[in-house]
């Protein structure tokens, strides 16, 4: 590939090595998205992005840019965001954690950090991602997580919940879950899981997929919720995907229950399997929760 020209943090051709003295890092990371704009860097507001770089490059004593496996919204949350960053920085895993924890608002943390292969991306490298969405179902509102959970009023169902997911499942259009201003190319793409969980006053909601559009989950949680309520009957999901607009479909559900909680590469990676997420969830839902009617 005669043309190709390296740039920080870019995808790899194959058979292309890295400029000499340059190395590449892969790090997970773990934020409190309420203070932020999102993921990404932006002019306007604080940002993850602007934080983890700031912090990177005071340890690597130089410019340090990144990229990240999904670019979160406003106030989402992660307890597994995989970043990459290349760095002519000479650091062991422990210091790169270390020494950006140092610099890093409480909100936000490195959980993992080491040298990688030329041939990682953060985002191309993904084989799926995981995100889990945690719903308050109480009398009164939660004041402790009062920004890590959403909260609910009124009864729900999580059976006839559970009963919708299995529609989700599957290579589909998701455009009725679809956010406007979505830049993909396509509306596709591929739900390997979805199920509901319900842990004392908490329900959750965990799906897996090979990538999201724009508010995919938010507004797979608004639908489901307009069935829990039993607004609705769980084959409405079925036929919301199959008119394929997202007028017809219910509210983007709130974004501080939403948290970025596993984000699966390719064995040879060697990434080290941390644990899902967030702290005050149980690792293996399906072990923990179960399918019962919650009542508020």
Request: hydrophobic residues 40%.
């Amino acid at each position: 590939m005669p043309d190709w020209v390296y740039t920080p943090n870019c995808k790899m051709p194959q058979g292309e090595t890295m400029p000499e003295g340059i190395k590449r890092y892969a790090a997970v990371v773990e934020y409190d998205g309420s203070a932020f704009c999102g993921f990404q860097k932006q002019k306007h507001s604080p940002s993850v992005q602007q934080e983890l770089e700031r912090a990177l490059s005071t340890v690597a004593n130089g410019q340090v840019t990144l990229s990240c496996a999904g670019r979160t919204d406003t106030a989402v949350h992660a307890s597994q965001q995989v970043i990459h960053f290349d760095s002519s920085a000479v650091r062991s895993g422990h210091n790169w954690v270390q020494g950006a924890n140092s610099q890093l608002p409480k909100s936000i943390a490195l959980s993992w950090a080491g040298e990688i292969g030329a041939d990682f991306h953060a985002r191309f490298s993904a084989t799926s991602r995981t995100y889990r969405y945690v719903i308050s179902a109480s009398k009164t509102r939660p004041a402790i997580l009062a920004n890590g959970v959403t909260w609910i009023k009124f009864p729900v169902n999580p059976a006839a919940m559970q009963q919708a997911c299995q529609y989700l499942l599957g290579e589909q259009d998701f455009s009725a879950f679809r956010g406007a201003g979505c830049q993909s190319l396509s509306p596709f793409r591929n739900v390997t899981s979805a199920n509901i969980y319900s842990l004392g006053q908490l329900l959750v909601f965990e799906v897996s997929a090979n990538a999201f559009v724009l508010h995919m989950v938010r507004n797979m949680v608004g639908a489901l919720l307009e069935v829990g309520y039993g607004r609705q009957q769980p084959i409405w999901i079925k036929q919301l995907l199959a008119n394929a607009d997202r007028c017809q479909s219910a509210a983007t559900a709130p974004s501080n229950g939403l948290y970025l909680v596993k984000v699966n590469y390719p064995p040879a990676f060697a990434l080290p399997d941390l644990p899902t997420g967030p702290a005050f969830l149980p690792d293996n839902l399906a072990q923990a929760g179960e399918i019962t009617q919650l009542e508020v």
